[in-house]
């Protein structure tokens, strides 16, 4: 079990490395803050999913499980704090990003990839009895969320010219990434 929540951390860890890049690539063609914010949101969740491995290489203790928890909450604060300001920002500035092709087609990916690993580092979380793998499973849940709410803006600003379709969608899981 504690193998599979490695290589479930690896996993993560290199699917938001690759993400990262790709994400910067396709923001600056199309001018999205949008899709900059999710490579932020990225490396959020390669920090988490740094902690969780640092955790599970541990000894177990209580202490060390409850720093790590600390570290994965503020990571949830800062994934509030970002969608909150990226929201505001995009608004308020009016910016009209084109469509991405290449954004739609990663965070569709990013989506399906996140459910099955945060489904993933549940289950062996559980088995492990490791609240700090459960935690970063919930992030992962929240990343997932985070891409269906950056692809159904990127969708409707490509289909419809909706270009505050993707901020206000982020700024509904401001209250997830708080609680």
């Not at 690896?10 to 490579?39: D, E, K, M, P, Q």
């Not at 995009?90 to 690993?117: D, E, Q």
């Not at 580092?121 to 992962?140: F, H, I, S, Y």
């Not at 409707?156 to 997830?176: H, I, K, T």
Request: hydrophobic share 55%.
């Amino acid at each position: 079990m504690l193998r599979r929540g490695l290589w479930l951390e690896a996993a993560t860890l290199g699917w938001n490395l690759v993400g990262v890049l790709v994400l910067a690539v396709a923001a600056l063609r199309a001018r999205s803050v949008a899709l900059a914010g999710f490579g932020l949101d990225s490396l959020i969740e390669i920090g988490a999913s740094t902690v969780v491995v640092w955790e599970l290489t541990g000894s177990g203790d209580p202490q060390r499980q409850r720093r790590a928890l600390r570290l994965i909450g503020g990571a949830f604060l800062a994934l509030a704090s970002y969608l909150t300001l990226q929201g505001a920002v995009v608004l308020a500035s009016h910016r009209h990003p084109h469509p991405s092709a290449l954004g739609i087609a990663w965070t569709a990916a990013t989506c399906a990839v996140m459910l099955a690993l945060a489904a993933g580092k549940a289950r062996t979380g559980a088995a492990l009895d490791n609240p700090v793998l459960r935690a970063e499973g919930r992030v992962t849940l929240v990343d997932a969320a985070l891409a269906a709410s950056v692809l159904a803006g990127l969708v409707l600003n490509a289909a419809f010219g909706w270009s505050w379709a993707d901020p206000v969608a982020g700024l509904v899981l401001v209250g997830y990434g708080l609680k």
